[in-house]
């Protein structure tokens, strides 16, 4: 499965899942551009790949709110490392209130960052792609989109949204040998879960529901992304991927 060599544009590179899964693409030997927008957690991600002395790392802190800004920044990226091979829109916001308390400006907000800034990403990876006919494209779903979660009626949108693209776009590149995917992560224990009121509560009803009974890793994350990123998943195109411990099925 290898990705050596791999130019990969990662969004969110520095977060809970993420910065696992960038350290694991540059072991493999793939040079990772890695935007985010959390100075600590940029400081951290540096930190982390030079204390295993990992090349490669590309960092940005950038606004994906600001479309044209990150446009911009993105055709001088793709000109400093020669153009993306690999997406991953994985950037998102997750804020939770009653549907009925969102202002339309707010779950604009919500589509913009976590959608609208995967759509300038492929933008700006597709003409590379396209040129030596290979490319991935890897959208970060989610398992609420199946259901179950009250009060974060934009994110849900968003990631059902990203499942959308990634069908839209295997079937709109697949001649370009360019395929697309969706990973669809369950309840994993990340910054996200800290909207919830009582955490062991949650815990116990997240291992209820799962059939495999501990809790996800970020490494069960980067498995993943390795996998539908390389040679070996060639023929997978289209599909969502559900990572979370055996949660839903389809």
């Known amino acids: 499965m290898s990705v050596a060599n791999r130019t990969i544009l990662y969004t969110g590179a520095a977060g809970g899942l993420g910065t696992e899964t960038t350290l694991a693409f540059l072991r493999a030997g793939a040079h990772v551009v890695a935007l985010d927008n959390n100075p600590d957690k940029i400081v951290r991600l540096q930190a982390q790949a030079s204390n295993e002395g990992l090349n490669g790392l590309t960092l940005r802190s950038v606004d994906l709110s600001d479309l044209a800004g990150l446009r911009q920044t993105l055709n001088g990226l793709s000109q400093e490392v020669g153009g993306f091979d690999i997406v991953i829109n994985n950037a998102a916001i997750y804020p939770s209130r009653p549907f009925d308390e969102y202002t339309l400006e707010e779950m604009q907000l919500v589509q913009r960052i976590n959608v609208d800034a995967g759509i300038v990403c492929v933008q700006a990876a597709l003409g590379h792609m396209r040129a030596q006919q290979w490319g991935r494209i890897i959208n ?7 259901g179950g979660w009250a009060n974060i009626a934009p994110y849900v949108q968003s990631k059902g949204a990203l499942i959308a693209l990634a069908r839209a776009w295997a079937r709109e590149f697949g001649g370009d040998g360019i395929t697309a995917n969706a990973v669809s992560p369950g309840a ?7 909207i919830h009121p009582d955490p062991e509560g949650y815990t116990r009803f997240v291992l209820e529901h799962q059939s495999v009974k501990r809790r996800g890793t970020p490494a069960d994350i980067a498995n993943a992304l390795l996998f539908l990123a390389s040679d070996a998943a060639s023929f997978i195109s289209g599909q969502t991927l559900n990572v979370d411990g055996g949660w839903v099925m389809t």
């Open 140 to 146: 970060i779903a989610s398992i609420t989109f199946s």
């Open 188 to 194: 994993f224990p990340t910054d996200a879960e800290k």
